[in-house]
């Protein structure tokens, strides 16, 4: 981003979309079609947000054509950059943009659910408002279904204005094909192969809570959408047979220790 | 040949020190010279003898001197006694073939030990301190959940047997375990920090805040909403939530899994609009990050019992007691059960005054019988 300036400069002729969304930290856009940046009506609104809206607008177009000093030249890319993205929530929830984020989805480009039991599911990029300047882009996880924080710290800064709140929900709307089977495993804290009490009995509650949706989807005849349903039985049975099994796994990993 | 002996650092500060090893402790010599502590470990590390030697940068290995080689042996045998397997003895006589090229397998096989003793060290009194501090400096990073709120984390394995799985981190606020961020994190294994340790961590500092400050109002909104459905839902509307209790199965209600719970679970809304739990990309894992209002509805042992007292079943003193099975908590849960217990003491008095009268009349009527029988 600071090097902003001198590369525009250089390479002005360049399509600034282009230059923009393969610069670092801008991994997470797409390319926002040309016909939509152009019709005015994709745009109702923006230029009360956006200052020097028209300027902005020129340079995202790449038909900018101002002369005018670096510091006034540095607020209207800062505004470009704004537009852009506030356009691009809008546009990302088009048929066109819908599909564009999905390869961008299927290609893992917004990184993966750093939840170990996800096993690695594509994440979307997601914003907990539509508000500009409320907070930034968080990443949603279809499988846990659950909200993470970017790794890389430059992507922290963007905006999620720029993705907005429905468009995740949107795409497996639209996609449900996509929609990733739910798991029900889960991470059960253990201390010398026994499991802890707290945890566990927490663990049984929300179990409970689950099965009881199940039971307000089967009344209503929807789908679960869980994986491995014929394991829940199981899952039921196994619990006495987990607690015998808890010092066994114990001896592998068993710690003779001096106080 | 040996560069291990010049060097000023020890093997196990440089190897602490390298990039990605970052969560391990430095394991004290005092830890790994104390023999019981290495229980077992010969049979699971290769080379056991050498690597022990190079992690605590004792008597350099010189393959040019057989006298030095036979002295170390001596010295071996001194400290490993009678029992020696026959693994180690394999090795020992591989020792005179060996080239410079062993000295790479000693040194993977003295990380592999390092490891494992690492995995007990951090659960002894003195790793778990060292672990604590690195704890308060967020050397272990923090949850990447977004209603975690940057909650301190730690390194756990998914398995205590070397190479099944790399290190993971548990985050005690929502009690799941996460991929680290790093990418250097994912050639370390898991079985160096262990299944135990996530746990027991939290379970000797109890006092340890790992609570997370709820930052945004709508969350904070969200919460109050939630809260009132699931009073409405239990049929609990307008009645106060029980009291807060000093502990919950164990551990402090404000260090139970305080980033899940209403607010902190991910509400998918378009538009504004939730989605609905009918639609096919509805809302499923919900339960996942949810936490009872009432906190006291974990309390199993309560709650099995409310629900035999409705039965109208005959509970004496002596049963709540063995459900109470865990000595520290049996006081609080007494304090918390007096009020029930007064309504079965009721019942329990009877009892008592049934078993008053029949043993008040048996003792009589065996004498009687005796005196029959006699």
Redesign the interface.
């Known amino acids: 981003m600071d090097d902003f300036n001198s590369e525009t400069d250089s390479d002005y002729t360049s399509y600034w979309r282009d230059w923009f969304i393969s610069s670092r930290g801008n991994e997470y856009f797409c390319e926002i079609d040309e016909e939509y940046l152009t019709d005015r009506f994709n745009l109702t609104g923006l230029n009360t947000e956006v200052q020097y809206y028209q300027y902005a607008l020129d340079l995202v177009t790449d038909v900018f054509d101002l002369d005018c000093d670096d510091d006034m030249r540095e607020s209207i890319e800062k505004s470009a950059r704004h537009l852009y993205g506030l356009v691009h929530a809008r546009y990302i929830v088009t048929t066109r943009g819908l599909a564009k984020m999905l390869e961008k989805y299927k290609k893992g480009d917004f990184g993966k659910c750093p939840r170990v039991m996800c096993d690695q599911q594509p994440l979307l990029p997601m914003g907990q408002s539509d508000v500009s300047n409320t907070s930034p882009v968080k990443l949603f996880c279809a499988k846990c279904e659950d909200l993470y924080n970017p790794k890389s710290s430059r992507h922290a800064s963007i905006d999620g204005a720029y993705f907005g709140t429905s468009f995740h929900n949107i795409l497996f709307q639209v996609y449900p094909a996509f929609i990733p089977p739910k798991t029900q495993r889960r991470y059960e804290p253990r201390v010398f192969g026994f499991r802890v009490h707290a945890a566990a009995a927490l663990g049984r509650w929300q179990a409970e809570q689950r099965e009881s949706m199940k039971d307000r989807l089967k009344q209503a005849r929807v789908e679960t959408g869980f994986e491995e349903e014929d394991e829940e039985l199981e899952s039921e049975e196994d619990v006495d047979d987990e607690m015998d099994a808890g010092p066994e796994a114990f001896e592998h990993g068993a710690v003779p220790q001096q106080q | 040949m040996s560069s291990s002996s010049q060097v000023a650092e020890s093997w196990i500060s440089s190897f602490c020190g390298l990039l990605g090893h970052e969560y391990f402790a430095e394991v004290s010599e005092d830890f790994i010279e ?1 023999d ?2 290495l ?2 470990l010969q049979s699971q590390v290769p080379m056991y003898k050498e690597a022990l030697e190079m992690i605590l940068d004792v008597e350099p290995e010189d393959d040019d001197d057989e006298d030095d080689e036979e002295d170390e042996e001596d010295e071996d045998e001194d400290i490993l006694g009678d029992d020696k397997p026959t693994g180690y003895r394999r090795a020992s006589d591989r020792r005179h073939l060996r080239m410079a090229s062993d000295l790479s397998v000693i040194e993977s096989s003295a990380e592999l030990l390092y490891g494992l003793i690492h ?2 060290y951090i ?3 003195p790793g778990i301190q060292q672990m604590a501090e690195k704890y308060e400096l967020q050397h272990f990073g923090t949850c ?4 975690c709120n940057l909650c301190k984390v730690l390194p756990v394995g ?1 398995s ?2 070397p190479g099944s799985e790399t290190v ?1 981190l ?1 985050c005690p606020s929502c ?5 680290p ?1 790093n990418s250097r994190f994912q050639t370390v294994d898991g ?1 160096f920090f ?3 340790f ?3 961590f939290f ?1 000797t500092f109890p006092e340890l805040e790992i609570g997370t400050v709820r930052q ?1 109002a709508a969350g904070a909104a969200d919460a109050l909403l939630a809260i009132q459905a699931a009073q409405k839902a239990s049929g609990q509307a307008g009645t106060a939530l029980n009291p807060l209790p000093l502990t ?4 402090s209600p404000s260090n ?2 305080p980033g ?1 719970g209403p607010g902190n679970i ?1 509400e ?5 609009f939730r ?1 609905s ?5 509805g ?10 209002v009432d906190i006291t ?2 309390d ?1 042992t309560r709650r099995f019992w409310d629900g035999r007292e409705g039965g109208g079943s005959e509970m004496g003193d002596e049963d709540s007691n063995m459900a109470d099975a ?1 000595p520290g908590q049996a006081v609080d849960r007494r304090k918390k059960l007096v009020g029930r217990r007064r309504r079965t003491n009721g019942s329990g008095g009877t009892g008592a005054v049934g078993g008053a009268v029949g043993e008040g009349g048996s003792p009589m009527d065996t004498n009687g019988v005796g005196i029959v029988g006699a």
């Not at chain 2, 990447?144 to 209603?147: H, S």
């Not at chain 2, 919950?248 to 551990?251: A, S, V």
């Not at chain 2, 998918?268 to 504004?272: H, M, Q, T, V």
């Open positions: 104390d019981f502590n229980t077992g995995q007990r659960t002894s009194r990447p959940r977004v209603f998914c205590d047997t993971k548990f009690l799941d375990v996460y991929t961020p079985a262990g299944t135990t996530g746990c027991l379970m945004s919950i199965n164990g551990i139970l899994a899940l991910y998918p809304r378009i538009y504004g989605v739990e009918r639609a096919k990309s809302p499923r894992m919900k339960w996942l990050r949810m936490r009872p509805d974990l199993e865990v």
